[in-house]
């Protein structure tokens, strides 16, 4: 039961930022959503998913991604980003939170240094007959990622008679309740856009716990809220399912039958 997160860092980036003078707020912009996109590309197309954390800053989970594999991300984005140094930062815990703070301790170690500017911790990784370390030991075949996509019941009708900014104040209230809520559960929660909200949670999380934290959050905002719950050996395939069952918690709802938290598999 083991949860992996690589943390991707722009390194020096407040200082290099300067160098660009005070007119560079769009190009700063421009950047970090083009090393989102291309982020995203690359570790989705080996079954991870990036959540961009703060912009300049992103979370990946990244189960069954190898150390080999981030090199080679690694390589194909700093080329492309001569000018900006990237991190990479590769921890594991029995829960999203202990793998993130994991991550900020091997960090702080520069033995943990890899390759140049790939971090994690050496114990994790095999070494083969060519004496290099190649591989993170997690490939495991178990479902270890358990993600979470919630979304507002009937959103459109609540946000009729608001504009568009007290939209956003709503949703950015309801993005403070349910990462207050899930990180007691050591479970981490991010925001995708519309009324979209992911928690990469803890994969012992039962399923009783998250209809009470559901409810609660219904209650305390007065928005009612539906939970899509996904496992699988990596971050897409959980993320696939977890959208799945909201979708079915939809089709319930057309068919007239209420579920507001629902388990795919
Ligand atoms: N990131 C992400 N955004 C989505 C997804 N589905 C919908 N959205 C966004 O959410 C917004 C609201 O759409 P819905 O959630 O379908 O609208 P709703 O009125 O709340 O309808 P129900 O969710 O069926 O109750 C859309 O405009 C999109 O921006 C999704 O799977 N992922």
């Given at each position: 039961m083991v949860c992996q997160l690589t943390v991707i860092k722009l390194e020096g980036y407040g200082a290099w930022t300067l160098t660009l003078g005070s007119d560079r707020e769009y190009a700063l912009q421009i950047l970090q959503s083009k090393m989102y996109a291309d982020l995203q590309e690359c570790f989705s197309a080996k079954n991870g998913l990036v959540f961009s954390n703060r912009f300049d800053e992103f979370i990946a989970v990244t189960n069954q991604i190898s150390l080999h594999d981030h090199k080679e991300i690694h390589d194909r984005l700093s080329k492309k980003n001569e000018g900006i140094k990237i991190s990479m930062t590769i921890g594991t815990g029995k829960t999203p939170l202990e793998a993130d703070k994991a991550i900020q301790d091997i960090k702080r170690d520069t033995k943990n240094m890899i390759f140049p500017n790939i971090y994690g911790l050496q114990e994790n990784c095999n070494v083969n007959e060519g004496q290099q370390i190649n591989e993170l030991e997690n490939h495991s075949n178990q479902n270890d990622v358990k993600i979470l996509h919630i979304d507002v019941n009937g959103s459109t009708s609540i946000a009729k008679n608001l504009s568009t900014y007290e939209i956003t104040n709503l949703i950015v209230r309801l993005y403070l309740a349910i990462?207050?809520?899930?990180?007691?559960?050591?479970?981490?929660?991010?925001?995708?856009?519309?009324?979209?909200?992911?928690?990469?949670?803890?994969?012992?999380?039962?399923?009783?716990?998250?209809?009470?934290?559901?409810?609660?959050?219904?209650?305390?905002?007065?928005?009612?809220?539906?939970?899509?719950?996904?496992?699988?050996?990596?971050?897409?395939?959980?993320?696939?399912?977890?959208?799945?069952?909201?979708?079915?918690?939809?089709?319930?709802?057309?068919?007239?039958?209420?579920?507001?938290?629902?388990?795919?598999?």
């Open positions: 990462s207050n809520s899930f990180l007691k559960e050591e479970s981490l929660t991010f925001f995708l856009g519309g009324d979209n909200f992911m928690i990469v949670a803890k994969n012992n999380i039962q399923i009783k716990k998250v209809i009470e934290i559901v409810n609660f959050l219904t209650s305390s905002t007065g928005i009612k809220l539906n939970c899509g719950v996904g496992n699988g050996i990596n971050a897409r395939s959980a993320a696939e399912m977890a959208t799945k069952s909201l979708d079915s918690i939809r089709a319930y709802r057309k068919s007239g039958k209420i579920i507001n938290v629902f388990e795919s598999n």
